[in-house]
């Protein structure tokens, strides 16, 4: 059983199948709509994004998702970003790429070299995780994986925040409040006191090139489950309970559907929604050790897609016609109420699709931590024609996590959403989603010589 069709859920349904191949039978336990977070929004006919939209270039499993389901990467439309602090424009990017560095260069000194040399190592030692995936090992707890990878500063880096690990490779006090500020705020909705390897993961997005799936990357999920014609059980889990069965652990998944309650027996579970008491009311029957609450909270988001005329004059352009900016991030400054707001376009764009110039009605998302109030949509915009809002619990709240939630709950049950307190992204959620198909596959058949072993990179390279 796979609790949960997000994108976690129909990642490990997909690589379950792969690894223990076409007679296993999946059921996928889905109260909502496949694809989880990964949500579109209609407007005036044409689909766009609410949630998770940009897919760093570096994300190998998914460019391969996109790969086997023949979807294709959405066409690119070049827009310019700029910095807001609630009064004026901090940094504002221009077309040229030089004199893009150059301001950078003016204002930070060589703070962003430094950032970018720090992201770049942190990236070049993640990037293991696809060797290692692909010969096989798995990792039984986060600790373990992020440990093969970077040892124990990838450790260390779950427990202090990006704002110390950043300042001490010699990037200045105000880059940091001006750019890294910006780009968490965008990003988790959180201060640069999120730890300092969810950071790095969120700064490699900001930097990097990133893409998105024509149609909507919802698609990715539905075209996963359609692939290992998982069978898709409409009804929200509400618990599991633990029998054995000649000395085997069997797990019953009690279930609530439109038909009433059900229930149905496994050897396998894995777990891919939250299981934090504010997000979910699970329990968990006849477990010894009992498995315990997951300490930890959630940072509310709330995503506001306006269609209309954006108030350039807020952001000191009187005449809209010479407003130059697409996306706009903002600073932690007390009196902003909105955390980032972009210009976007619709899942599907055609060869003849231009951008709206800053003085035509256009669709803006808007990121807050509270629903926008009359006032703050007037600030904001000149007028609207429709305002759509998705209140979600998104990401957890950094700061409050002292220790990584666990991989394993039981012999055969499995926890992914852990994940999410490393760092979340839709690629650390497939990077979880792989390890944790491997990590069943290599448990049910003993291979235990394939689990959480040491000194990975010199077998590796020996295997080779």
Same mark, same amino acid.
């Given at each position: 059983?796979?609790?949960?069709?997000?994108? *976690?859920?129909?990642a490990v349904t997909?690589?379950?199948?792969?690894?223990?191949?076409? &007679?296993?039978?999946?059921?996928?336990?889905?109260?909502?709509?496949?694809?989880?977070?990964?949500?579109?929004?209609?407007?005036?006919?044409?689909?766009?994004?609410?949630?998770?939209?940009?897919?760093?270039?570096? %994300?190998?499993?998914?460019? /391969?998702?996109?790969?086997?389901?023949?979807?294709?990467?959405?066409?690119?439309?070049?827009?310019?970003?700029?910095?807001?602090? *609630?009064?004026?424009? @901090?940094?504002?990017?221009?077309?040229?790429?030089?004199?893009?560095?150059?301001?950078?260069?003016?204002?930070?000194?060589?703070?962003?070299?430094?950032?970018?040399?720090?992201?770049?190592?942190?990236?070049?030692?993640?990037?293991?995780?696809?060797?290692? &995936?692909?010969? *096989?090992?798995?990792?039984?707890?986060?600790?373990?994986?992020?440990?093969?990878?970077?040892?124990?500063?990838?450790?260390?880096?779950?427990?202090?925040? @990006?704002?110390?690990?950043?300042?001490? $490779?010699?990037?200045?006090?105000?880059?940091?409040?001006? $750019?890294?500020?910006?780009?968490?705020?965008? %990003?988790?909705?959180?201060? $640069?006191?999120?730890?300092?390897?969810?950071?790095?993961?969120?700064?490699?997005?900001?930097?990097?090139?990133?893409?998105?799936?024509?149609? *909507?990357?919802?698609?990715?999920?539905?075209?996963?489950?359609?692939?290992?014609?998982?069978?898709?059980?409409?009804?929200?889990?509400?618990?599991?309970?633990?029998?054995?069965?000649?000395?085997?652990?069997?797990?019953?998944?009690?279930?609530?559907?439109?038909?009433?309650?059900?229930?149905?027996?496994? /050897?396998?579970?894995? @777990?891919?929604?939250?299981?934090?008491?504010?997000?979910?009311?699970?329990?968990?029957e006849n477990f010894?050790?009992?498995?315990?609450?997951?300490?930890?909270?959630? &940072?509310?988001?709330?995503?506001?897609?306006?269609?209309?005329?954006?108030? %350039?004059?807020?952001?000191?352009?009187?005449?809209?016609?010479?407003?130059?900016?697409?996306?706009?991030?903002?600073?932690?400054?007390?009196?902003?109420?909105?955390?980032?707001?972009?210009?976007?376009?619709? $899942?599907?764009? %055609?060869?003849?699709?231009?951008?709206?110039?800053?003085?035509?009605?256009?669709?803006?998302?808007?990121?807050?931590?509270?629903?926008?109030?009359?006032?703050?949509?007037?600030t904001l915009f000149?007028?609207?024609?429709?305002?759509?809002?998705?209140?979600?619990?998104?990401?957890?709240?950094?700061?409050?996590?002292?220790?990584?939630?666990?991989?394993?709950?039981?012999?055969?049950?499995?926890?992914?959403?852990? @994940?999410?307190?490393?760092?979340?992204?839709?690629?650390?959620?497939?990077?979880?989603?792989?390890?944790?198909?491997?990590?069943?596959?290599?448990?049910?058949? &003993?291979?235990?010589?394939?689990?959480?072993?040491?000194?990975?990179?010199?077998?590796?390279?020996?295997?080779?």
């Amino acid at each position: 059983a796979v609790v949960g069709a997000g994108l *976690g859920g129909s990642a490990v349904t997909y690589f379950l199948q792969q690894h223990f191949g076409p &007679q296993v039978q999946l059921d996928v336990y889905e109260p909502a709509g496949v694809g989880g977070r990964l949500a579109t929004v209609t407007v005036n006919k044409q689909q766009y994004e609410s949630r998770g939209a940009s897919i760093h270039a570096l %994300s190998l499993h998914m460019q /391969d998702f996109v790969k086997i389901l023949g979807l294709k990467h959405r066409r690119e439309v070049a827009g310019k970003s700029a910095i807001f602090s *609630g009064e004026h424009f @901090v940094l504002e990017e221009t077309d040229w790429y030089l004199l893009n560095l150059f301001r950078l260069w003016w204002h930070y000194g060589i703070s962003f070299l430094r950032l970018q040399m720090w992201v770049e190592e942190v990236m070049e030692k993640f990037m293991r995780i696809y060797k290692y &995936q692909a010969h *096989g090992y798995a990792f039984s707890s986060l600790e373990e994986l992020l440990r093969s990878l970077g040892g124990d500063t990838f450790i260390n880096m779950t427990q202090r925040s @990006v704002a110390e690990s950043l300042l001490e $490779v010699g990037v200045t006090q105000r880059f940091v409040d001006d $750019v890294i500020a910006a780009v968490l705020r965008s %990003s988790y909705g959180q201060s $640069v006191l999120v730890p300092a390897f969810a950071g790095a993961m969120s700064l490699a997005g900001a930097q990097g090139s990133t893409w998105a799936v024509e149609g *909507g990357n919802k698609l990715v999920c539905s075209g996963l489950l359609k692939l290992t014609k998982a069978n898709v059980i409409t009804a929200r889990v509400t618990g599991i309970s633990l029998h054995s069965s000649e000395g085997r652990a069997l797990y019953q998944v009690h279930y609530e559907g439109s038909e009433g309650p059900g229930s149905a027996f496994y /050897d396998m579970v894995v @777990v891919t929604t939250p299981l934090h008491p504010s997000r979910s009311n699970f329990t968990f029957e006849n477990f010894e050790p009992p498995i315990v609450d997951f300490p930890g909270a959630f &940072q509310p988001s709330v995503t506001s897609v306006v269609h209309g005329y954006l108030n %350039s004059s807020y952001f000191g352009f009187p005449d809209p016609k010479l407003f130059p900016f697409a996306s706009i991030l903002t600073t932690d400054t007390p009196n902003l109420f909105f955390n980032a707001m972009d210009n976007i376009c619709p $899942v599907n764009i %055609s060869a003849a699709f231009r951008r709206k110039q800053p003085q035509e009605a256009a669709v803006w998302r808007v990121l807050s931590q509270q629903p926008l109030d009359k006032q703050q949509l007037k600030t904001l915009f000149r007028s609207y024609y429709s305002v759509q809002v998705t209140e979600w619990q998104s990401y957890p709240r950094y700061d409050a996590a002292k220790s990584l939630p666990p991989i394993v709950l039981h012999e055969n049950l499995f926890y992914l959403s852990g @994940v999410e307190w490393v760092a979340s992204s839709m690629e650390m959620i497939a990077v979880a989603a792989k390890n944790v198909a491997l990590l069943a596959y290599n448990r049910w058949h &003993q291979e235990l010589e394939k689990i959480d072993q040491k000194d990975l990179m010199h077998k590796v390279k020996t295997e080779l």
